[in-house]
């Protein structure tokens, strides 16, 4: 049978089973990839006056015409089928209908879509609508209405329809920090069907409810120092500075769990992607200074750092409390969870100063002068990082020292020019 887009041989009154054919044909050429033909067969079926079958074929060239990019022709195709009223393909066509204005922010007539199919009776996409309602009200800011059609969506338990609407209802509830909330969400949508989009937001879930049980002990030890809080994900402090007790009534923990609290609580943040928050925590836990539990936290602060001795470069083995001049750049790279940040700075200036020193190497460079630019070159490099002045004072200081001079040898910028 050949597809054309003339007048159809069948009349209104013409052999419905020769539609249904036609129907099936123009079905076969659009999951084939022939949205052109197929939809030439569809307006056949329109054209000949087809009863039984206008709504389906309506359906079909609302979908063909979509995947073409008329839009137009597509909603037009669209509402034909809605008008129609037929029991399935007209809320179908709704469905259509309302994401095609969605995508395009045209949220008024999606609405409207929507609650054509709601307005249809046919259950079958009652959740999907309700879904869909929902997103719009998120979007307009209108969380109240939006609660409604979420509860709406999960009701109709459409297999279809529950689990996805759940992950983004319980995804938006995490974000507004209503963890339980979103849990419950997350149960009710895996109790329709599995989905790896909430068995991910279980496990967020988890890591909230750990991060506020952390945030209780530190707190609990803020409240325990005087004049001093550990403000945990965004928590309040009282006027006078202290964490609030009432917060976490319970006993005040040991240094060691208290540290471990702290901790396990800024780490947690910088996985969810606070590092601002995480790094406050770490800092916060700091303030101990000169108590158990800040020592404890700058030992886990500082755990697995380097410690070289005197001959690379840092300190000397009798006096455990000095740090190598690049310590508080490690600690805050930790703290602000950008160690990667920080070691790519470092290859980075390692790769260029050997690049400048190999090069002159290669060629084989025996004049002085030159070995010397290259030289300069090389050790002016760490200067475009915030730790290179560090680095460089620390070299100037190690020098004076090792010259028994009382003044500085090296001129006051160097290696940098005036």
């Not at 404890?296 to 740090?323: I, K, N, Q």
Request: hydrophobic content about 45%; charged content about 25%.
């Amino acid at each position: 049978m050949t597809a054309t887009s003339g007048t159809s041989t069948f009349d209104a009154a013409g052999d419905e089973s020769a539609f249904a054919d036609l129907c099936d044909q123009a079905r076969d050429l659009a999951e084939a990839g022939h949205s052109k033909r197929a939809a030439q067969v569809y307006e056949q079926v329109l054209d000949g006056g087809s009863q039984r079958y206008r709504a389906l074929a309506a359906l079909g060239l609302a979908v063909v015409r979509h995947d073409l990019g008329e839009i137009r022709a597509s909603r037009t195709a669209a509402q034909t089928a809605i008008d129609t009223g037929h029991a399935e393909f007209a809320p179908r066509a709704a469905y259509h209908l309302a994401l095609s204005y969605e995508g395009e922010g045209l949220l008024e007539e999606a609405a409207a879509a929507w609650h054509r199919v709601l307005g249809s009776g046919n259950e079958r996409y009652a959740s999907a609508a309700e879904y869909g309602l929902a997103r719009i009200a998120e979007s307009r800011g209108d969380t109240e209405t939006a609660d409604t059609h979420w509860e709406n969506a999960l009701a109709g338990g459409d297999p279809d329809t529950v689990p996805e609407a759940a992950r983004d209802f319980a995804e938006r509830l995490l974000a507004r920090g209503r963890a339980e909330d979103a849990a419950r969400v997350v149960e009710r949508g895996l109790a329709v069907g599995e989905h790896p989009g909430l068995r991910l937001l279980l496990g967020a879930v988890h890591v909230e409810r750990a991060i506020e049980a952390f945030a209780a002990v530190a707190e609990g030890s803020a409240a325990g120092a005087e004049g001093r809080a550990v403000g945990a994900g965004g928590r309040a402090a009282g006027a006078d500075g202290r964490a609030d007790r009432a917060a976490y009534p319970g006993p005040v923990a040991d240094p060691a769990t208290a540290a471990t609290a702290i901790e396990l609580l800024a780490r947690l943040l910088a996985v969810r992607g606070d590092a601002d928050a995480a790094e406050r925590v770490w800092e916060q836990g700091l303030l101990h200074s000169g108590d158990a539990v800040g020592e404890e936290v700058r030992g886990r602060l500082r755990r697995g750092f380097l410690a070289p001795g005197p001959e690379d470069g840092g300190t000397d083995a009798a006096d455990p409390g000095e740090t190598a001049w690049w310590d508080p750049y490690v600690e805050a790279a930790v703290a602000q969870d950008s160690a990667p940040m920080l070691t790519g700075e470092l290859f980075l200036a390692l790769n260029r100063m050997y690049s400048g020193l190999a090069v002159a190497l290669a060629g084989n460079e025996s004049h002085a002068s030159a070995l010397r630019r290259t030289v300069e070159e090389a050790v002016r490099t760490p200067s475009d990082y915030v730790w290179g002045r560090s680095l460089h004072d620390d070299f100037r200081e190690r020098l004076r020292l090792a010259a028994g001079s009382d003044a500085d040898i090296l001129p006051a910028n160097w290696p940098d020019a005036d």
